[in-house]
């Protein structure tokens, strides 16, 4: 009987450590592998927010660079560890006193989940004392040349929502922004209100509206972008949620809206921004680079922020913002494109003396 029971007790333990093994090996390949394509469509129930809760988004630890030939839906270039958010060529910031950012956050953009206590309540990955900075409508000359000067030189990361036609008529500051080692997201193609009609009511238009904005805003950089879009005003309907979802891009609302847009002093959309904050104590924060108020506003805002101890946190996607072909043929064509004619006008125009 002892015997047995020895027995039985060393295969108990053996089955646990093989259990416990799986497990682990489970924990540590969890989320590695990117999508190479869009899923099944995703249960109603499951969409009821835009988000999926039983998967994993969130991860302070970036993946290895996808391999060669990985496929366009692979991930980001990872945040250099030595100056966290780098994801560009940019050099480490020198600026000793700069605020910068405290920490990295990757998010993996599967099933679409969405962010910002205005309307998704469900991931709160912000600590105590902690910002994301974000700017919409961009990109816009001066405007948002100014706010990445504000940026970089407290080596700061924010996230830009670009619009797709901002973007064709001003390529050569979206690929600043992407050489500053920003996140880009996306922004509609034209800003229009898709909780409205005739979008509201026509899936199919809404959805080229958002698509036109991927494929337009991918084409200026030229070079990948974050799976991440803000709707226009903050307004969506539950189709285009689930949409969204399919399409494994992240949606972001805020937690702190600037409202700049109505400011027209910069101390006063400091103020704005800052009131707010001290209330809430941290958050996802709206701006928006379109404004010159808010450009302005910039360099006194991160330096009231360093004073009030918030910490910057930097939000990075595990994917890589996958456009369609036919969205990408049709921004081509509205805007007279051609592969001969896709670098900016600085680097193909020259005076040679006047």
């Given at each position: 009987?002892?015997?047995?029971?020895?027995?039985?007790?060393?295969?108990?333990?053996?089955?646990?450590?093989?259990?416990?093994?799986?497990?682990?090996?489970?924990?540590?390949?969890?989320?590695?592998?990117?999508?190479?394509?869009?899923?099944?469509?995703?249960?109603?129930?499951?969409?009821?927010?835009?988000?999926?809760?039983?998967?994993?988004?969130?991860?302070?630890?970036?993946?290895?660079?996808?391999?060669?030939?990985?496929?366009?839906?692979?991930?980001?270039?990872?945040?250099?560890?030595?100056?966290?958010?780098?994801?560009?060529?940019?050099?480490?910031?020198?600026?000793?006193?700069?605020?910068?950012?405290?920490?990295?956050?990757?998010?993996?953009?599967?099933?679409?989940?969405?962010?910002?206590?205005?309307?998704?309540?469900?991931?709160?990955?912000?600590?105590?004392?902690?910002?994301?900075?974000?700017f919409d409508d961009g990109p816009w000359p001066e405007n948002t040349l100014a706010v990445l000067k504000a940026l970089t030189d407290d080596c700061l990361k924010a996230t830009f929502f670009e619009?797709?036609?901002?973007?064709?008529?001003?390529?050569?500051?979206?690929?600043?922004?992407?050489?500053?080692?920003?996140?880009?997201?996306?922004?509609?193609?034209?800003?229009?209100?898709?909780?409205?009609?005739?979008?509201?009511?026509?899936?199919?238009?809404?959805?080229?509206?958002?698509?036109?904005?991927?494929?337009?805003?991918?084409?200026?950089?030229?070079?990948?972008?974050?799976?991440?879009?803000?709707?226009?005003?903050?307004?969506?309907?539950?189709?285009?949620?689930?949409?969204?979802?399919?399409?494994?891009?992240?949606?972001?609302?805020?937690?702190?809206?600037?409202?700049?847009?109505?400011?027209?002093?910069?101390?006063?959309?400091?103020?704005?921004?800052?009131?707010?904050?001290?209330?809430?104590?941290?958050?996802?924060?709206?701006?928006?680079?379109?404004?010159?108020?808010?450009?302005?506003?910039?360099?006194?805002?991160?330096?009231?922020?360093?004073?009030?101890?918030?910490?910057?946190?930097?939000?990075?996607?595990?994917?890589?913002?996958?456009?369609?072909?036919?969205?990408?043929?049709?921004?081509?064509?509205?805007?007279?494109?051609?592969?001969?004619?896709?670098?900016?006008?600085?680097?193909?125009?020259?005076?040679?003396?006047?």
């Amino acid at each position: 009987m002892r015997r047995i029971t020895v027995v039985a007790a060393a295969g108990a333990i053996s089955l646990a450590l093989g259990v416990i093994g799986f497990t682990l090996g489970r924990a540590i390949t969890v989320g590695q592998t990117a999508a190479t394509a869009l899923p099944a469509k995703i249960a109603d129930s499951e969409l009821a927010t835009g988000t999926i809760a039983s998967r994993p988004i969130l991860a302070e630890t970036p993946l290895a660079p996808p391999a060669a030939g990985a496929s366009s839906f692979a991930p980001l270039p990872p945040p250099d560890r030595t100056n966290p958010g780098r994801t560009g060529p940019n050099p480490v910031c020198g600026n000793r006193d700069a605020l910068g950012i405290s920490r990295v956050v990757e998010i993996d953009t599967t099933g679409g989940p969405g962010f910002g206590f205005g309307h998704f309540k469900q991931y709160d990955f912000l600590h105590e004392k902690e910002v994301v900075m974000t700017f919409d409508d961009g990109p816009w000359p001066e405007n948002t040349l100014a706010v990445l000067k504000a940026l970089t030189d407290d080596c700061l990361k924010a996230t830009f929502f670009e619009i797709g036609e901002h973007a064709l008529w001003h390529p050569e500051i979206t690929k600043k922004v992407i050489e500053a080692g920003q996140t880009i997201g996306t922004h509609t193609w034209s800003h229009k209100d898709l909780a409205r009609n005739p979008y509201a009511s026509d899936l199919e238009k809404a959805a080229e509206e958002i698509e036109m904005g991927n494929s337009a805003v991918h084409a200026a950089a030229g070079a990948p972008l974050a799976a991440f879009f803000r709707f226009p005003d903050l307004q969506h309907t539950p189709q285009m949620l689930a949409y969204l979802g399919e399409r494994n891009i992240a949606i972001f609302s805020t937690d702190i809206d600037s409202f700049d847009f109505k400011i027209r002093k910069p101390d006063q959309v400091v103020k704005s921004i800052m009131t707010k904050l001290e209330k809430r104590g941290k958050g996802i924060i709206l701006m928006h680079d379109f404004q010159h108020t808010t450009a302005e506003a910039m360099p006194e805002l991160i330096h009231q922020l360093k004073v009030g101890g918030y910490k910057v946190v930097h939000i990075v996607s595990r994917q890589a913002l996958a456009t369609v072909p036919k969205y990408d043929e049709m921004v081509m064509q509205r805007n007279k494109l051609s592969s001969n004619n896709t670098r900016p006008q600085a680097s193909v125009v020259h005076t040679l003396g006047q």
